[in-house]
């Protein structure tokens, strides 16, 4: 005893559109919110590259300030109290000499005063604990001794030499000097950094200063013109909406008019001349004509289903009980076209009907529509069931055939010339942002599924 194969599992065709995904209406506010925000940033960059921008230039104009100072201080009072004997290391010389560097260079400005030798011997230092000591000279001591120049730069106080510094950042500036006989040593001095970060305040308020302004007043000028393009987009969107309203409304008008004229003119005078055929046949049969009357009697009965195709086509066009007597009337009408045409149609309604919205209830039809016309062309004669229920907080239709199915990847990726079912349902669901899924295989019958997106009942 062998076991029926499995279903043919769902391949969705289109992902229901999420909130996120959803049309939505342009908010004045949601733009102006993304204006303040984007200012906002921009001053926060602007902040930020200004002090950036402001430290920098404030300690270049220190560093050159202190390189000036103390090219003036080594020629005004260190080459003149400079002696060999400083640089031999006689005490009393060393006495003489700190005694010029404290009256005449140390103060407010000048913190720190070194004479270095060009092996990195601390000749002189206003802290007499470095005096005699020895340390590796650091690659712009070196580059000042080798190419005579002034160097500054901002200290790193991690070194040995600044042990006995405080704070966390110094300026020293190194110049080379030579002594009476000609000996080439380092002069060292040391500035605070206090200076450097009050000028730094001062170049940020400034530089802040004028791009705020900027800035606020970019707003300001742009400001009119902002919220004047804003209205002219809210009213081109209202405009765009209510031409789509008239689109919509058009097209109902237009299906409504050719109904009407069908049902009025063409089907009437179709029925008339049935009736006129069926009357000629009973004429011809009461003279005795009756082949004449088998043919008159054949033609009425053409007619009548030329009547019927017509009325069916109407039904198509415009399903006046859609808009009148409701989805369930209107798919009544459905299933009992399809049953003209071989195809045995149940009908599930699982969900108050009466409770969806006029898009929804437009949307369902349509789609239960073009599925049932693809199971009257290719899978009659057949069983259709067409389902409306209400599946995980969704509604879901389903219509499904007991057909001979089909290969659901080969029509996909090369529909067939003229089959257009499958780009009709593609389309509806797209256009709407619900989901619609197909599951189908040859001999394994046909179902199509569409599920309402919540989105579109919560959009207004």
Known sequence: MTSDPPAPSWEVLVQARTAS??????????????????????????????????????????????????????????????TDALAAGEPSAIAAFDETVRTQILGDDVIRVKIWSTQGRVLYADEPQLIGRTFALEDAQRAALSTPSTRAAVSDLSEDENEFETGSRLLEVYRPMWTPAGQQVLFEAYYPYEPVAARSAELWRGFAGVTTSSLLLLVVLTAPIVWTLLRQLRGAEARRAELLQRAVDASDAERRRIAGSLHDGPVQELVATSYGAEAAATAAAARGEGEGSAGMREIAGAVRGNVRVLRSLLVDIYPENLAAAGLASALNDLAATARTRGVEVSIDLRTPVEALSEADERLIYRVAQEALRNAVTHAAPCAVTISVAHEGGRVELVVADDGPGFDARAALDAPAEGHLGLRVLHDLATDAGAELALATARGRGTRWRLRLSDTRRETP
């Open 21 to 82: 995904a959803a049309p939505r209406r342009l908010s004045t506010r949601a733009v102006l919110v993304r204006l303040a925000l984007g200012l906002a940033a921009a001053l926060v960059a602007v902040a930020a590259l200004a002090g950036f921008g402001a430290q920098w230039l404030a300690e270049r104009e220190a560093v050159n300030d202190a390189a000036h100072v103390t090219n003036v201080l080594a020629e005004a009072v260190v080459r003149p109290a400079l």
